[in-house]
């Protein structure tokens, strides 16, 4: 394994997990609202992000996007944003064939502003939120709108988004999403829970599907076939 840190401030984390020879698909992982252990070691700030160790594992190279505050890549200015990009530019070059983010809750809006400049081919977004509210996060000091802007949206990278229709502000906010993004460059998949299900990977595992759905989306970019999987 070939670790190259990207960008480090006190917030945020961005490294690039490459090999000898390059893997031909490039992923983007990216971690939510803050860091919590799951299984799999899905996040965590000092490995490889979200799902980043699986992806790796699979064969993909891996640029992992972790943030330890609270505040969702918010606090990173926009000369920021543009160092990272510029550098990952400079690694990542015409390696790779395709490029694919996954990421979910408010690392979705940071997909938005990367697609454009390193031209994702596929973005999955998971309960996709620009907004977070300290009453969802208590004493958490959470308290999140993040802009959501259009001339950002890549119109070479088609967005799948994914969100429990029964779960009121997640489907708001998947809503101002859908209005950024053209309907031609968009699935919108409805994963239907409980009304305060807010993690629909979770309510996807529920079924035993979510592997296949999630490699399905990486290998050939198609969206299985299942009861709980409603295109819309």
Same mark, same amino acid.
């Given at each position: 394994?070939?670790?190259? =840190?990207?960008?480090?401030?006190?917030?945020?984390?961005?490294?690039? $997990?490459? *090999?000898?020879?390059?893997?031909?698909? !490039?992923?983007?992982?990216?971690?939510?609202?803050?860091? *919590?252990?799951?299984?799999?070691? #899905?996040?965590?700030?000092?490995?490889?992000? +979200? $799902?980043?160790?699986?992806?790796?594992?699979?064969?993909?190279?891996?640029?992992?996007?972790?943030?330890?505050? $609270?505040?969702?890549?918010?606090?990173? /200015?926009?000369?920021?944003?543009?160092?990272?990009?510029?550098? !990952?530019?400079?690694?990542?070059?015409? @390696?790779?064939?395709?490029?694919? $983010?996954?990421?979910?809750?408010?690392?979705?809006?940071?997909?938005?502003?990367? /697609? @454009? +400049?390193?031209?994702?081919?596929?973005?999955? #977004? #998971?309960?996709?939120?620009?907004?977070?509210?300290?009453?969802?996060?208590?004493?958490?000091?959470?308290?999140?709108?993040?802009?959501?802007?259009?001339?950002?949206? /890549?119109?070479?990278?088609? +967005?799948?988004?994914?969100?429990?229709?029964?779960?009121?502000?997640?489907?708001?906010?998947?809503?101002?999403?859908?209005?950024?993004?053209?309907?031609?460059? *968009? =699935?919108? #998949?409805?994963?239907?829970?409980?009304?305060?299900?807010?993690?629909?990977?979770?309510?996807?595992?529920?079924?035993?599907?979510?592997?296949?759905?999630?490699?399905?989306?990486?290998?050939?970019?198609?969206?299985?076939?299942?009861?709980?999987?409603?295109?819309?």
């Amino acid at each position: 394994m070939i670790k190259h =840190t990207i960008f480090i401030n006190e917030d945020v984390i961005v490294d690039y $997990y490459t *090999r000898e020879i390059p893997s031909d698909i !490039l992923t983007f992982t990216a971690n939510g609202a803050w860091p *919590r252990m799951v299984e799999d070691g #899905l996040i965590v700030m000092d490995g490889m992000g +979200y $799902y980043g160790k699986a992806l790796y594992a699979k064969g993909y190279d891996v640029v992992a996007i972790k943030n330890k505050a $609270y505040d969702c890549y918010t606090n990173l /200015s926009f000369e920021e944003m543009a160092e990272i990009t510029k550098k !990952l530019q400079s690694f990542i070059s015409n @390696k790779y064939k395709k490029k694919i $983010y996954f990421g979910g809750c408010a690392s979705a809006w940071l997909s938005i502003s990367l /697609s @454009k +400049y390193l031209e994702f081919d596929t973005a999955l #977004l #998971l309960m996709p939120r620009n907004e977070l509210r300290p009453e969802d996060f208590e004493g958490m000091g959470v308290n999140l709108v993040a802009e959501l802007n259009k001339d950002l949206v /890549s119109p070479k990278c088609h +967005y799948i988004l994914c969100c429990n229709f029964n779960h009121s502000w997640d489907y708001e906010n998947l809503l101002r999403f859908c209005n950024v993004i053209d309907e031609k460059n *968009r =699935t919108v #998949l409805n994963i239907p829970d409980k009304p305060d299900a807010h993690d629909v990977m979770v309510s996807i595992k529920k079924h035993k599907i979510w592997k296949k759905f999630f490699y399905n989306i990486l290998m050939y970019g198609n969206i299985i076939e299942h009861e709980a999987i409603i295109k819309q």
